[in-house]
């Protein structure tokens, strides 16, 4: 168990990734009783954007050896359910079957409290070198050491990649703080915000207990006197200069870097940025170089990637953490993956925000600079308007204008235009919201309709667990919707009746897309145009308004793929799209590769003399090559060419 990042075990392991990289290793892994040889480490993808990302909650996905603790699987509940690593293990072969190529892991890393049932959730770390072992099936930390291990090469073994969320920004309550003669456990005064560094109030370290020691204001005892459960671990973090210790965030608005100062809650915000050149921390300076607490992070990090052969991170509350380190993160990832065969290691964060906020933490800087950010981003440009257009509650414009917005904030980024897919991981609900995609009263089209979107539009496809089964929020005790809060979302799947079923309508919409997705790499790396439409074969237009359509081209090469969907609840479509004249100067045939509701059939594209073109007030006439479409209320359609 290592204790602190130079622990020789820790170098021991990291330095074992390497040498097996270097050597070309292999390993074998029990598959269904078939031993099965796979690379150690295991390589990177070529590219991301082939691998579709399935985020499962740990606590929430399944067990194999015991029912949901709480009173009711779909109940809001804000502690342990008791989902394990084998309990994701022994479901590799439903997620094989759905076509997931990526599975994203809630954080793993042991939290605060361990003999409670609070932090069921992993984002509140004790310590980052280690494994939480309520996670294992018998509690105990080696069991969950070697069943993550497990999981991951099983994982491997079916042609699966695994990335586990992170966190940079903060650690769980390791401290309380002491406030006008008491101890409390947060608190948000301006004042001390506000206030120069070096004026922050005492602390007192929490024990394993959750409480905090008189006797540990401000400084701990030796590490070797202290319990696995006290405080904080690696032991170098056990210095109160490498957290900021200034209360509770005031606001989620960012400084114009994108940086938020204050803890997260009650979560206590790291100084990622910490700076070791000033005079009087030349001891510090010497053991971890110029920024030390992203040195320790770095190197605990890298230690897990080497321990579990882990794919790629995905990183917690980016946006409250400086660019700057971020950057530094992402390249010591980079680097360390490529040390250690991994060519292409992932790294995508939690950037809550607008494009121009996003653009400023991934990739290179369009200003110039050193360095490159991490790989890309979760994207909440999109999520702020998808699921709404696909219900019909938002204009269809405003989807057009996420991508048209987005050309311009990554202009700097971009070798084409394709390659926009590369820095966004887009989704359309997840942990952290309050509602998922379907709600108890959604027509099942509009949830199939937005998969399809969702699979089509550029970005790395992430689909939130459950949503395959139908999943549609927690419920009160009544039986009616609780919308209150995050555990809203995060139902205990495995207690859900025939909760892994393969034959579940989702299940096989996904699935269904899943494989079009691999069959047309158009819908991958494709540029994307947003499309005109017609209701008389002549004047064409965008759409516009609620309940609209959305039409759009994915071309790669000479290959187009065009996709059309209709978010009217009521009204069907039956017009022209209009698709590339070039492409289709030979009139050919497209095929429905995709629809929600079951249509089939071909369609051939029709060259038109001369069509009227209405745009911002303006009318402009000439040839154009369209395909005629009919679409009923809340269908969408992906057609292929033949």
Not at 93 to 115: E, Q, T
Not at 205 to 226: E, F, K, T, Y
Not at 373 to 401: M, N, Q, T, W
């Amino acid at each position: 168990m290592p204790a602190t990042i130079t622990s020789p075990d820790l170098l021991q392991t990291i330095q074992a990734a390497q040498a097996a990289a270097s050597e070309g290793k292999t390993k074998l892994v029990a598959v269904n009783g078939t031993q099965v040889q796979i690379p150690y480490p295991f390589p990177s993808p070529g590219d991301w954007r082939d691998c579709w990302i399935y985020f499962l909650m740990l606590d929430r996905f399944a067990n194999p050896s015991a029912s949901p603790r709480g009173p009711a699987w779909n109940q809001a509940f804000s502690h342990r359910h008791g989902g394990t690593f084998r309990g994701v293990q022994s479901q590799l072969p439903y997620l094989a079957d759905l076509g997931v190529k990526a599975v994203w892991l809630s954080p793993v890393l042991k939290n605060s409290r361990p003999d409670f049932n609070y932090n069921y959730h992993g984002y509140e770390a004790q310590d980052f070198l280690n494994v939480d072992e309520r996670f294992a099936s018998d509690g105990t930390r080696a069991t969950a050491e070697r069943e993550l291990a497990e999981l991951i090469d099983e994982a491997h073994a079916r042609g699966l990649y695994i990335i586990v969320d992170i966190v940079l920004n903060h650690a769980g309550r390791v401290f309380d703080y002491v406030r006008n003669g008491g101890v409390v456990s947060m608190f948000s005064d301006p004042g001390v915000m506000d206030a120069p560094l070096g004026s922050e109030p005492p602390i007192e370290w929490l024990n394993g207990l959750g409480v905090p020691r008189a006797d540990w204001r401000d400084q701990l005892p030796a590490p070797a006197s202290l319990s696995a459960d006290d405080a904080v671990w690696p032991a170098d973090l056990q210095n109160p200069v490498f957290f900021r210790r200034r209360g509770s965030k005031l606001t989620d608005a960012p400084d114009a870097s994108g940086f938020v100062r204050g803890d997260f809650g009650d979560m206590r915000q790291l100084v990622a940025e910490y700076d070791s050149t000033v005079p009087g921390q030349e001891a510090l300076r010497a053991r971890y170089g110029i920024a030390p607490v992203m040195s320790i992070l770095i190197r605990a990090y890298q230690y897990l990637i080497a321990r579990y052969d882990i794919d790629g991170y995905r990183i917690d509350t980016v946006k409250y953490v400086f660019p700057d380190a971020v950057r530094n993160f992402g390249n010591a990832m980079r680097e360390f993956g490529l040390s250690a065969g991994k060519k292409n290691f992932f790294t995508f964060g939690e950037i809550y925000d607008n494009e121009q906020i996003i653009a400023g933490f991934v990739g290179r800087p369009t200003s110039g600079g050193e360095g490159f950010g991490i790989d890309a981003a979760l994207d909440f440009p999109l999520f702020y308007k998808l699921p709404a257009v696909a219900k019909g509650f938002a204009p269809v414009e405003s989807l057009r204008a996420v991508f048209e917005a987005r050309k311009d904030a990554e202009l700097g980024r971009l070798s084409s235009h394709g390659e926009a897919g590369r820095y966004f991981v887009s989704f359309l609900d997840n942990h952290d919201q309050h509602e998922r995609i379907q709600h108890p009263s959604t027509p099942p089209e509009q949830v199939t309709l937005a998969l399809a979107l969702l699979f089509s539009l550029q970005g790395i496809p992430c689909v939130y667990y459950g949503t395959e089964q139908g999943l549609s929020g927690t419920v009160a005790a009544d039986g009616s919707p609780d919308l209150n809060s995050n555990e809203s979302t995060r139902e205990a799947l495995w207690g859900k009746p025939s909760a892994f079923d393969s034959t579940h309508p989702k299940f096989a919409a996904i699935r269904a897309l899943a494989a079009l997705r691999q069959d047309e790499p158009a819908l991958s790396y494709g540029r994307l145009y947003f499309r005109e439409v017609s209701g008389n074969g002549v004047d064409f237009g965008h759409s516009n308004g609620a309940g609209g359509i959305v039409a759009f081209s994915r071309i790669l090469v000479d290959r187009e793929v065009l996709v059309a969907a209709n978010t009217s609840t009521k009204d069907p479509f039956s017009g022209f799209v209009l698709v590339d004249r070039d492409i289709n100067a030979t009139p050919r045939q497209m095929r429905v590769a995709f629809s929600n509701r079951g249509t089939s059939g071909t369609g051939t594209v029709e060259q038109i003399p001369a069509a009227r073109f209405y745009a911002g007030g303006a009318v402009s006439t000439g040839p154009a090559a369209a395909l005629p479409v009919v679409l009923a209320p809340g269908e969408v359609q992906i057609l292929a060419p033949v």
